[in-house]
């Protein structure tokens, strides 16, 4: 076809137009190239640093040790694996409960704007309270002494010896309930955009309500299903707060602690930088098949 | 099946909100705990905590930490970040591939994992950790969020409108001002508000980046152990009971505007 | 309506003449507007026709300077403006999608561009543009709040009040429903007549280009087809494309067998149609002769008429005022026609029909068109 021409004054807007797109995104990226993308390159350098012979803690030099990898995974692999299976039910147990919230928010209560008002200010507000506080409120709920542990006792489900606290499940609750809300709002976006008249359309159309939900409401928030299932899982892999607080023993360390404590503890720089690697590869594969299984292209 | 619909989702949802409440609960009422500096069991109601919330100093010095970080990173992030929203929506260039990848990437990436690669670069640069290094930290993750939520604003913005804005003798500039600026408002607004709230909620990067320096999470993180002051309790609940009516308040005004519209 | 003179007879701006020479379009992939040459004289009501693609709305895109064009000149009232940005023209558009500023009142969606020109009057003047479209009630309501005629409305003030040299419209009518779209097309005719301005609107609806407009310019592929006053187009359609788009032609092809007092003898499949010399494109060889259906005459019997034809009817259908025919002539093909309810027994389906029509109403086209073309499917 044709090639185009262009006038010299449409070649110098084009280009005073393409300056101003620079200048907008220029300062932002040097800081995330500077801060985001150089720092990964440092860590993996620095996951490679080998320890001089005779040298102090915390002393390392560079080098190229690719053993440092094969150490800290013989290690520390069941805590890796913990954190991925942690954060797979805390991802299942959010959706569970999350979703019947979004729906019940978007859809149920549409016509009832006041109501519908006052839960999804409930729904925002958790953010604006402290992350830990909220942590540790459940440490002491579930805690031995506590209403909670002690009613569970009295009815039996609990052994007299058992404990809420420093178990997986109370870890597991913890990650369910601090990235909830992450859950909640991209599906409670998506169903909010929901035509109720596509479930009368399908409805009409000898669908049952379990049809109905699968075949339309279902498909229809999918974007907000996946978008909500990845800012759980990301986040509640590497946290280690719930594990500490709410764990906080051999059975419920997850990496982001191993991680934590190789730093500052141990100062293992090169075995922390190689297991903060690890994560963050292992993460971005298990995405990556994630997104090219379910993946919309809304999201990108 | 249709009744189990019809009151399951209620049911569900309805617990659910109780789970995501109780916690909330739990620390207004023991911000009343005539506790001391535990706070683990309840000895009594007192308004002293809710009178003195400094009583504990480091509580009130923490906070204030953490507000400051709070609002200068958001202020940063949020311009650099609708920077990088509105050109990459409406401007080719090179790269922009490489770009997309570089914003996303953060978001994909877990704190943990930011907070020891930032850790490891100012190690590497010999900087000492403190004010400086967490508001980076803070600009660089919270850059993310508010490029991806002003982006999505940007693109359901109707071009044709700064068009009419030209066909009507407004330059580029006064239109972007009097036109584009405006209806990207509100995502540039909800945008510094998502950002605050994680900046000033985040422990994990801080925890690795802050060195000696105290912010509110980590004094909380810290003190976890030996037992929270009640005055924590105190900042928490007013915290929420700021955001509360701040919500509050918006959606009074939309749920107005919305009325008005009916009305029409 | 009140007329406008009445209230800003000292700021009557006459139009502009708007002169469009060798402008092309070229995308990547196609080519939108090839080498169109198109002269508008100043006060004229001018409508721009055509399908959708056809290269309509980019021409009126580059005549508001947003889009550039990729050869040629545009200029207005003698002054080119090619090479000057959209706000500095002096010219305004009603969009197709009203485009109204949705966080702002009526009011100061209205009074935008003379804010913008620095008019002291801003926000008289854009009070008195509401007043011309009878929305001055809605003057603090947002443009969403409005029903889609009040927000063409709003629009139309919005443009109308800068006094452009040239006012733009891009099918502004499309939205509205029946109705509402006779009215408005009654009403924006009567604004322009009132403050004489050059209008240039696009539509792809022939019936509303030709109730509104004083030129009409069929357009078709980046070029235009023809050009000139709705009733010369058609009456004398100079190709297929406006034979068939703009109203309903029956196309017939024929071979040219002589000429005498002027008109043309035509051989369609071994009938002889007369075809006048001045409404043919072509007067020799293979042509394509057509008629328009409102000029046939039909009847059981044989009736009178220059031309000629019978054939069976193999469709009818009763509108009211009419009922209409397609009767099947043997080796032409389906011609189209309709007779007024006058009471009489109108023909059934296989009753064998005569057809006749007028010399005069024929109109020849060159023999290497398709009798296809411009034909809404």
Known sequence: ?300 | MKNIGRWLIPVIGGAAFIYLLVPIAYIFVFSFNDGGRANLQWQGFTLDNWLNPCGAPAVCESLVHSLQIGVVATVIATALGTGIAIGLVRYKFRFRKLTDVLIILPLATPEVVLGASLLAQFLNLGWELGYTTIVIAHVVFCMSFVIVTVRARVSSLDSRLEEAAADLYASPRAAFWKITFPLLLPGIVAAALLSFAMSFDDFIITNFNSGSFQTFPKFIYVSATRGIPPQANVIGSAMFIVALLVVIIGQVISYRRKKQLENA | MTTLAERTTSTVSAGADLHLSGISKRFASFSAVEDLELLVPSGTFFALLGPSGCGKSTTLRMIAGLEAPSEGSISIGGQDVTALPSHRRPVNTVFQSYALFPHMSVLENVAFGLKRKKDKQAMDKAKAGLELVELSHLANRKPAQLSGGQQQRVALARALVNRPQVLLLDEPLGALDMKLRRQMQLELKKIQTEVGLTFIHVTHDQEEAMTMADVVAVMNGGRIEQMGPPRELYELPRTAFVANFLGKSNLMRGTVTGESEGMLSVNVASHTILLPVSRAVQTSGEVVLGVRPEKITIDRVAVAGDNQLSGTVIDVSFTGTTTEYLVEVEQVGPIGTFSQNRGQQPAQEGDTVFLAWDAEHSFGLAGDESVNAGVES
């Open chain 1, 1 to 300: 076809m044709s090639v185009e021409l262009r006038s010299k004054d449409e070649i110098r807007a084009e280009k005073r137009k393409n300056r101003t797109g620079i200048y907008l995104i220029s300062p932002g990226l040097l800081v995330l190239t500077l801060f985001f993308a150089l720092p990964v390159v440092v860590l993996l350098a620095m996951s490679l640093y080998v320890k001089p012979p005779g040298a102090e803690i915390g002393e390392f030099v560079p080098g190229f040790e690719l053993s440092n990898y094969a150490t800290v995974l013989s290690a520390y692999w069941p805590e890796l694996l913990r954190s991925f299976w942690f954060a797979l039910i805390a991802t299942v147990l959010a959706l569970l409960i999350g979703f019947p919230m979004a729906y019940l928010v978007a859809v149920r209560l549409r016509e009832r704007t006041l109501l519908q008002g006052i839960l999804l200010v409930l729904l925002i507000a958790p953010f604006f309270s402290s992350f830990i506080l909220r942590t540790q409120a459940w440490k002491q709920i579930l805690a031995d002494e506590g209403f909670i542990a002690q009613s569970l006792k009295f009815i039996a489900i609990l052994p007299p010896d058992g404990h809420l606290t420093a178990t997986p499940f109370a870890v597991v609750a913890g990650l369910t309930y601090n990235f909830l809300p992450f859950m909640v709002l991209p599906i409670y976006a998506n169903l909010g955009r929901l035509d109720t008249r596509l479930l009368e359309a399908s409805a009409d159309l000898y669908a049952s309500p379990i049809t109905s939900f699968t075949k339309v409401t279902l498909p229809m928030s999918a974007p907000g299903i996946f978008a909500g299932t990845l800012l759980t899982f990301i986040p509640a892999a590497g946290d280690y707060v719930n594990s500490a607080l709410l764990g906080n023993n051999r059975d419920t360390t997850m990496i982001g602690q191993v991680i934590d404590s190789r730093f500052f503890r141990v100062i293992d720089y090169p075995g922390a930088s190689a297991l903060s690697f690890i994560l963050m590869i292992s993460i971005l594969i298990l995405v990556t098949i994630y997104i090219r299984r379910f993946g919309t292209k809304e999201l990108m």
